[in-house]
């Protein structure tokens, strides 16, 4: 087996473990879902009335908690789905004939995963699967995959001056 054969057989364990990691988030109800990110954000509305001495009461925090929480579901999504298509950007990236397109199969991959995980969320109790929300996914792979682009870019910008 070839160095080659191994960088494929590594790049695509990684992909099914996230694609995994991501199906089993989708898989809880949507009251577990719901309380993991309440915590989140509860935590990290004590952590800004700590910080600037705000000194929010209970109902005060709650109230800050329920606000962050959409915004910071979403953002979490768009984080695993960044994460995913970098990752089948790697995969593409060890095959010759997608070298031209791989940023284009990395984003169309991470985008149909998305709109399988959202028919797989009609099943879960409580959830729901919904359009917006695959494009919210597709948005954060092509941000996930714009700055791997961007990386790419000023680490070669770099190596070619220290030259």
């Not at 473990?17 to 577990?32: C, D, G, P, R």
């Amino acid at each position: 087996m070839t160095k080659q054969h191994i960088r494929r057989y590594i790049w695509l364990a990684v992909a099914v473990f996230w694609m995994f990691l991501i199906f089993y988030f989708s898989a809880q109800k949507a009251a577990e879902s719901s309380e993991v990110s309440g915590t989140l954000t509860y935590r990290v509305a004590e952590w800004a009335s700590q910080m600037f001495h705000l000194d929010w009461g209970a109902n005060t925090l709650v109230k800050y908690s329920k606000m962050l929480q959409h915004p910071v579901r979403k953002a979490a999504h768009m984080t695993e789905y960044a994460i995913l298509a970098a990752i089948f950007l790697g995969n593409c990236s060890q095959y010759p004939v997608l070298k031209k397109r791989r940023y284009c199969v990395a984003w169309l991959s991470a985008s149909v995963y998305a709109a399988t995980d959202e028919f797989h969320q009609l099943f879960v109790e409580g959830r729901s699967g919904e359009f917006k929300d695959v494009c919210i996914d597709s948005t954060g792979a092509l941000i996930g995959l714009l700055a791997v682009w961007a990386s790419v870019r000023i680490y070669s910008r770099f190596c070619s001056r220290s030259s």
